[in-house]
């Protein structure tokens, strides 16, 4: 159980474009939703907080309209990176927390995003 | 200031050896503290992880052996193989429903 899933698994697009990343907990609800950027040998950096029916808590430095963080249901979460220029070309992965009080926090596999 | 500290950067251990990777943290709030394995291309799975009531917990070949009053923590794996090689990060979070804090990562190498 607790299986968090991420589309699409990787990305190329053009400098200028934006993209859409989703994050979805299958099996369970998630009241909370984290996004993470995370660069080539490098730990996971916290960029957003998402909570279900709210606007996301993003981090000191996150540009909250450049990375458009979306929390429509209890399932589903989306990151739009707007206006994407190759700096933005990172890992992203999100987690989802349980809703059953033990908090645990279940990571999607990521997305690779490359910006050229 | 970086609140959980990780050591070492990279490891090499010989099959059927023991790894140990090490974690201290700044803050007396933090209240849960996990272990996560990250392969390649990846995201993180949880291993093990403990709360600060307890000074240690076992998990099949995973230990993680806390330290309260040290505030640090460690990871054990013992009879290690190489398919245990991948990074490890431990964290650290605050009670309720709020964000992990990561340490910067041990890269772990078994080789036979």
């Known amino acids: 159980g607790a299986v968090v899933s991420q589309h699409p698994s990787w990305v190329i697009c053009k400098s200028g474009t934006s993209v859409k990343i989703e994050c979805r907990s299958l099996d369970f609800q998630a009241t909370t939703m984290f996004w993470y950027r995370q660069f080539p040998k490098q730990s996971l950096m916290l960029m957003a907080t998402?909570?279900?029916?709210?606007?996301?808590?993003?981090e000191q430095g996150v540009e909250k309209d450049k990375f458009l963080i979306n929390h429509a249901s209890l399932t589903l979460s989306t990151l739009t990176v707007t206006s994407a220029h190759p700096e933005d070309s990172s890992f992203y992965i999100c987690?989802?927390?349980?809703?059953?009080?033990?908090?645990?926090?279940?990571f999607g596999p990521g997305t690779r995003l490359t910006v050229t | 200031q970086q609140q959980v500290k990780q050591s070492p950067q990279s490891l090499i251990v010989q099959k059927g050896g023991i790894s140990i990777i090490n974690c201290a943290y700044e803050?007396?709030?933090?209240?849960?503290f996990p272990w996560y394995q990250q392969f390649p291309g990846k995201g993180p799975a949880l291993l093990i992880a403990?709360?600060?009531?307890?000074s240690e917990k076992k998990e099949g070949r995973f230990t993680i052996s806390f330290n309260k009053s040290a505030k640090q923590f460690s990871l054990h794996i013992m009879d290690s193989q190489p398919g245990d090689s991948a990074t490890y990060f431990c964290a650290a979070r605050y009670s309720g429903n709020t964000p992990l804090v990561f340490g910067k990562g041990t890269r772990l190498s078994v080789i036979a």
């Open positions: 403990i709360r600060p009531d307890v």
């Open positions: 803050n007396t709030a933090f209240d849960y």
């Open positions: 998402s909570n279900e029916g709210s606007k996301a808590t993003y």
């Open positions: 987690s989802a927390s349980n809703r059953g009080g033990t908090y645990e926090q279940y």
